[in-house]
C-alpha cells in the first residue's frame, strides 16, 4: 500500500510542478506521458482500496449471519423454556424408598365480586403450596380471572401479561381496598334515606 502512495504523490508533486511552470517544454512533454500512467496508478489504488473494502464487507456479513443465527437459537430456546412448565423436583427425600410428592393445591377463581385482599392472601397460599414462579404464578392468575375481573387485562400490554407485578398492580387498583373505599363513599353519597326514619 505504501509503494502506492509514494508513487501517487510522485504522480501529483509531477503534475503540479511540471504543469504548473511551463518553463520547460521537455518537463511538460514528460508530464503528458506520466499523467496516463499517474491516472493508471491511481486507479490500481482505487481498486485495491475497493476489493479490501468488499472483503472487509463480506467478513462483517459473514460475521453478523453467524450472531443472528446464535441469537435466534437463543432465542428459541429461552421461548422454548418459558413455555414448558417447570420440571423441578418439589422434594429431595433425605431416604429414596420414602418417596412421596407434595399434593397439589387446585388454583382458585376471581371475577371481582368478591375482596381482592382475601382473594390475593389464598392464591398467595395455593402458589406457595404448588411451588410455582413468578411466571407460573403470573399465568395461573390470567386464567383465573373471570367476569369484570378478566376485563383488567385489557389494560395491560400483552407483552406485560406475564409480569406478576403488573397483573397484581392492575387488580390491585381496580379491586383493592382503595377501590372500595372510594365505591363506599360513591354508594354513600347516593343513598338516600327511607322516609320515617
Known sequence: MARY???DEF???????GEGTGRNEERTGRNEESNPRCKRKIEEVRNEFQRKIEEVEDKVQVKMEEVEEKVQVRIGDLEKRLSEPEDRPINFPAN?????????????????????TVFKTQFDVVSSANGWSNFVKASQLVTSLRGSAAEVLQGIPSDKLTDLTTIENALEA????????????????????????
Open 5 to 7: 502512495i509514494e508513487r
Open 11 to 17: 504522480c501529483r508533486d509531477e503534475e503540479i510542478y
Open 96 to 116: 429414596p424408598d420414602l418417596t412421596y410428592s407434595r399434593p397439589t393445591v387446585k388454583s382458585l377463581t376471581f371475577d371481582g365480586q368478591t375482596s381482592w
Open 174 to 197: 381496580r379491586f383493592g381496598d382503595s377501590h372500595l373505599t372510594q365505591f363506599y363513599r360513591t354508594e354513600l353519597k347516593t343513598r338516600r334515606q327511607k322516609p320515617g326514619y
